[in-house]
């Protein structure tokens, strides 16, 4: 399902409604088969730069149109719509798949399991074009998987922009710890039990 | 410091001389320098600048040269300053026995250098100090510092440029660990060739056990790598593909499933590249790196087509592979693993290596490759004692003058030190490195092992060439065309060399991008370095062209030229 903005962008604020990508974990994006590794990165904008793609963009591999986008967020949110701005040329992606809090899918598991909701898509350079998702399904999303399988005829998919729209909770579904390495070890911090007085309990 | 058996350089002797008034407190000053001092103590760029007698006597290696100090001229310049003119006081310095180009300076900036003289650069820094550093000094394995309050110690088994793995720290601030940078964080399959082919003995002592041999090393390495890694083993020939461990951390059980394995059948190479895949598709730790090593000693069945399908199969599903071609030597079997490699390759961090049979073990020779050292970040402690004991074995033409079985962990911080010095210096000499290689040729053939070939040659002919220089042979050969140094008088040789060689480094900013190359580029730096070398004219046209020369120059004839001119200005 998709339906096209009927008014004009300056003046409601359609920017805030795409903030999602503020929540989106960059540093743990990743993407199979894209060309250049790192790229996936540069597709999560700002709803005024969705257009602007003198930077770079995502693209696959010459001969294999097939992507799939691992976007974890830094705490759960809920996805009303998702916007794809894709390139020229039939170089747009056909078909979105997605998945929700699933790790380490990879092609084959993609293309066997049954997604959460998947959509045929427009071409939509304009980044006008936004897909509904079945809200009460996408409730609590901490990391969502896209899986492109097609392109529009071209020899490969390019894909400029990525945008949520939804609202974003302060949970965060499940706390792993992560063990931080101290470069440059401030004594400081670390008070003996000398420094401190030596107290009968003492914690450190 | 006293007695020191190995001197390979001949222009560092040791002389009881007096030190120079200057107000670091070491007693141990062979060697004059002057320290600039500060404004602000918070600055940790230091300079220091290292003079050396003249002396005019020949030296044959070994002998301490008779001190005739007629003049004390800078030696070397050793700046680390970026900004201005101002460092902070050095507190201590200290030569490194066993490697005497290396030193460590302390100083009140809080922080500890350790430089390469020879090429007048920082090697590493330790910056994790928070009051001023008052002493340090190089112990058997460990630097030892005096802070303020406390002694602390840093384990010296792993050096690697910009790493502040020594876990050291931990002696001396806090439990806390320290960051260890270059950890990739991996899952291995190691795919074994156990079929008939393997029976053969054209390497010690058999096929198969040079392959087991060297699968219990990488596995080691790994491990030791990152704690996390996991590395797991499958056989491919035998009844057929057989998944032996899935990926583990537990290097006992990986090293005991490798008993009793026997020979036969043949390699299903399709089949076992792809069940390795679906073993690390399984691995349990999601955010690990998928890597796949494949021992190809067998001829190959399948088609040049089949096994690229295989390859873009696996850079889709973003998986390195590792393949080692070893035994037998068939037509057309060096292509399809070329084509197999070339599908695969994602930015280099797939990797190829041929090993021909012959003295060297297998495992000796991947030890330098990019096998173990991965992508070339820095290998792991284990790899470099494994080659510091290879070393000792016969392997590489180099004496460090300490012994693997002496003390391992020095000797593989000397390996590590040397293949990296071997990966700076590969561009520039290479282009004029025509020598007989004495490395083995099996790492010639690899496209990316022959950078540490090369770097291989030009140390031995660093080395060659240092010797020479202190036997006053006139034209001695090799690398970085000193061929005209010989014709300069013995004095100016040495100078030559430590100008040449930190202009060389100058030179060498895209293979071997280092702060100190950058400032040496500098030509306001160059420039301030050679009116302060005495002798030079600053104005004289030729040290002009030579500091025009020097951004971005590659070739090493013209340096050689003007440095000629300057030196005979003298």
């Known amino acids: 399902m998709a339906c096209t903005h009927d008014h004009s962008c300056e003046d409601h604020d359609c920017s805030s409604n795409w903030s999602l990508y503020k929540h989106i974990d960059l540093s743990k994006v990743t993407a199979l088969n894209e060309a250049n590794p790192g790229s996936v990165k540069s597709v999560f904008k700002a709803w005024e730069e969705r257009l602007n793609s003198s930077g770079e963009h995502l693209e696959s591999n010459e001969g294999d149109p097939e992507l799939l986008v691992y976007i974890p967020f830094t705490s759960d949110v809920k996805i009303k719509s998702i916007s794809v701005v894709g390139g020229a040329d039939g170089t747009s992606p056909s078909k979105l798949r997605v998945f929700i809090n699933r790790d380490g899918i990879d092609f084959s598991d993609a293309q066997s399991m049954q997604p959460v909701q998947e959509w045929d898509l427009v071409e939509n350079l304009q980044g006008v074009l936004e897909y509904q998702t079945r809200y009460s ?12 399988p097609d392109s529009f005829g071209g020899d490969t998919t390019q894909i400029h922009y990525i945008g949520f729209k939804g609202e974003a909770t302060q949970l965060k579904r499940d706390v792993v710890a992560t063990i931080v390495y101290e470069i440059t070890p401030n004594p400081s911090d670390h008070k003996t039990r000398a420094e401190t007085g030596g107290g009968l309990s003492h914690v450190e | 410091m006293e007695s020191t058996q190995f001197t390979p350089w001949p222009y560092l002797p040791r002389p009881p001389c007096e030190s120079q008034p200057s107000t670091h407190r070491s007693r141990r000053f062979p060697r004059l320098i002057q320290t600039r001092f500060l404004s602000k103590p918070t600055q940790p760029f230091l300079s220091t600048t290292l003079t050396r007698p003249q002396s005019s006597c020949s030296n044959p290696i070994g002998n301490s040269p008779l001190l005739r100090e007629s003049s004390i001229e800078p030696f070397y310049v050793l700046n680390n300053i970026k900004t201005n003119e ?21 100083s009140i900036g809080t922080t500890c250098t350790i430089w390469d003289i020879e090429k007048s650069i920082v090697e590493t820094q330790l910056i994790a100090h928070v009051k001023e550093v008052y002493d340090i000094a190089w112990g058997e394995k460990r630097v030892v510092f005096v ?6 110690q840093i384990s010296k088994s792993r050096k690697s440029i910009g790493v502040l793995n020594f876990l050291l720290f931990q002696a001396f601030c806090s439990p806390s660990s320290v960051a260890s940078a270059a950890m990739v964080l991996e899952a291995t399959m190691i795919c074994i060739d156990n079929s008939e082919w393997m029976r053969n003995g054209d390497y010690s002592p058999s096929r198969f056990q040079a392959q087991a041999d060297a699968v219990s090393l990488i596995c080691g390495a790994k491990t030791q790598s990152n704690p996390e890694n996991t590395v797991g083993i499958l056989t491919m020939a035998g009844k057929g593909v057989r998944v032996l461990a899935t990926p583990t951390s537990d290097l006992g059980k990986i090293l005991s499933c490798m008993h009793g394995l026997e020979m036969g059948g043949e390699t299903n190479l399709a089949a076992g590249i792809l069940i390795a895949q679906l073993a690390l598709k399984h691995r349990q730790n999601k955010n690990q790196q998928q890597r796949i090593i494949v021992f190809a000693g067998s001829p190959i ?6 096994l690229e399908i295989i390859g873009k199969k696996l850079k889709k599903n973003s998986v390195a592979l590792d393949i080692v071609n070893f035994g ?12 197999l490699l070339g599908s695969v390759n994602n930015n280099d961090t797939s990797h190829m290596v041929h090993v021909p049979p012959g003295q060297n073990a297998l495992s000796d020779v991947l030890i330098s490759t990019p096998v173990f050292t991965g992508d070339g970040e820095g290998g792991s402690g284990f790899a470099a004692a494994a080659a510091a004991a290879a070393a000792a074995g016969g392997v590489s033409d180099f004496d460090f003058g300490v012994d693997p079985n002496i003390d391992p962990e020095l000797a593989l911080a000397l390996r590590v030190s040397m293949e990296e010095e071997r990966a700076r210096q590969e561009a520039a000499a290479k282009k004029a490195a025509e020598e007989a290689q004495p490395q083995s040729d099996s790492q010639n053939a690899t496209s990316t092992a022959t950078e540490k070939v090369s770097d291989q040659m030009d140390e031995d002919d660093l080395l060659k060439q240092a010797v020479a220089l202190s036997m006053n042979i006139p034209g001695s050969d090799s690398s970085a065309g000193d061929a005209q140094m010989s014709e300069a008088t013995n004095d100016d040789q040495e100078l030559a060399l430590a100008l040449q060689m930190s202009m060389q480094d100058g030179s060498k900013d895209s293979s071997a991008p280092s702060d100190v190359s950058k400032v040496l580029g500098d030509q306001s730096f160059m420039s301030s370095i050679l009116s302060s070398l005495p002798g030079v004219d600053p104005n004289d046209p030729n040290v002009k062209d030579l500091l025009a020369s020097l951004p971005g120059q590659s070739e090493s004839q013209e340096k050689k030229d003007e440095d000629e001119q300057p030196k005979d200005d003298k």
Request: charged letters at 35%; one cysteine or more; a negative charge.
């Open chain 2, 86 to 106: 101002f460092c902070a006081s050095l507190t201590s310095f200290d030569w490194n026995d066993v490697e005497p180009k290396r030193i460590e300076t302390s």
């Open chain 2, 301 to 306: 069945k399948h088609e040049r087509k089949a």
């Open chain 1, 137 to 148: 399904k996408f409730q609590s999303v901490a990391n969502i998987t896209l899986h492109f």
């Open chain 2, 147 to 152: 802070h303020f309050r406390r002694w602390g």
């Open chain 2, 328 to 339: 037998e030597e068939e037509d057309g079997k060096p292509e399809k693993l070329e084509a």
